[in-house]
T-cell receptor
Framework: GAVVSQHPSWVICKSGTSVKIECRSL??????MFWYRQFPKQSLMLMAT?????????EQGVEKDKFLINHASLTLSTLTVTSAHPEDSSFYIC?????????FGPGTRLTVT | AQKVTQAQTEISVVEKEDVTLDCVYE???????LFWYKQPPSGELVFLIR??????QNEISGRYSWNFQKSTSSFNFTITASQVVDSAVYFC????????????FGSGTRLSIRP
């Protein structure tokens, strides 16, 4: 099946700094990519939907100025957590859609100290 | 609005027992997809099944089987002869039919299989 990669797989950063997470579709072109966040022992909550070349659509309650999403090409989307705080510590999972199939990345574990 | 409910937060059974994970969904769409995913401790989601709303046939894959009942808006998942390796969190999910539709997840059921 199609492969979606995320980089890094885990990251530790200091409070107040920004961190960028990359999501790549390795063997297909993804017109739409999704970013999810999962806190410990909770479900995956959709943060935003991004389409290549256009602005991301954020879910209610997600701060678009804090979670910057760039879908620069059909194979790459990035999520930047700006001015990270400990409460942003979470597991971030991206998903890429090709036609009617959706594939999930392995996730990025962010810890903000 | 779309919603997926997994009422069972945690289930613990002894190995070789059969176990059923319940899933109830709500949607106003007439066409939609239903999914089950497994999330082991590593965190990576493992795709198990996608079911089209047009197709109410039950599906069996090895020890796994799925019962889709449109009349009760349920999509239950049964593991037969459970094994320790089945221990994980299982998510039921729902999406619309269009290529831009997003997948909405239930709260998950943590399944523990005791040896």
């Amino acid at each position: 099946g199609a492969v979606v990669s995320q980089h890094p797989s885990w990251v530790i950063c200091k409070s107040g700094t920004s961190v960028k997470i990359e999501c790549r579709s390795l063997d297909f072109q993804a017109t739409t990519m999704f970013w999810y966040r999962q806190f410990p022992k909770q479900s995956l909550m959709l943060m935003a939907t991004s389409n290549e070349g256009s602005k991301a659509t954020y879910e209610q309650g997600v701060e678009k100025d804090k979670f910057l999403i760039n879908h620069a090409s059909l194979t790459l989307s990035t999520l930047t957590v700006t001015s990270a705080h400990p409460e942003d510590s979470s597991f971030y999972i991206c998903s890429a859609r090709s036609d009617y199939e959706q594939y999930f990345g392995p996730g990025t574990r962010l810890t903000v100290t | 609005a779309q919603k997926v409910t997994q009422a069972q937060t945690e289930i613990s059974v002894v190995e070789k027992e059969d176990v059923t994970l319940d899933c109830v969904y709500e949607t106003r769409d007439t066409t939609y997809y239903l999914f089950w995913y497994k999330q082991p401790p590593s965190g990576e989601l493992v795709f198990l099944i996608r079911r089209n709303s047009f197709d109410e046939q039950n599906e069996i894959s090895g020890r796994y089987s799925w019962n889709f009942q449109k009349s009760t808006s349920s999509f239950n998942f049964t593991i037969t002869a459970s094994q320790v390796v089945d221990s994980a969190v299982y998510f039921c999910a729902l999406s619309g039919y269009s290529s831009a539709s997003k997948i909405i997840f239930g709260s998950g059921t943590r399944l523990s299989i005791r040896p």
